[in-house]
């Protein structure tokens, strides 16, 4: 049975760091692209950040130079280090694993930042 369980997520003010992690079983993580999304109250779910098998990573325009994916092979996670937060970061942050046809997600975890 394949998981996706996020953690990390809390309530800071703008400005403040957060590190989102998300932990995956019964995948190995290195084969897959792996994505977070997010989706704030009454939008739709976008892409914030990206990171393929091969390590390479791409960026929402609206995070860019302040989100950070990384992904440890090891210990088959992915994280989202996220700097400078704003208000409009605010959201349920959710992890996505991507391979041909197969995909799966997180159950999200909460992130939100006060002014």
């Known amino acids: 049975q394949v998981q996706l369980v996020e953690s990390g997520g809390d309530s800071v003010q703008s400005g403040g760091s957060l590190t989102l992690s998300c932990a995956a079983s019964?995948?190995?993580?290195?084969?897959?692209?792996m994505n977070w999304y997010r989706q704030a109250p009454g939008k739709q779910r976008e892409l914030v950040a990206s990171i393929t098998g091969g390590g390479n990573t791409d960026y929402a325009d609206s995070v860019k130079g302040r989100f950070t994916i990384s992904k440890d092979n090891a210990k088959n996670t992915v994280n989202l280090q996220m700097n400078i937060l704003k208000p409009q970061d605010t959201a349920v942050y959710y992890c996505?694993?991507?391979?041909?046809?197969?995909?799966?997600w997180g159950q999200g975890t909460q992130v939100t930042v006060s002014s």
């Open positions: 996505n694993a991507a391979y041909y046809s197969n995909d799966f």
């Open positions: 019964g995948i190995t993580l290195r084969f897959y692209a």
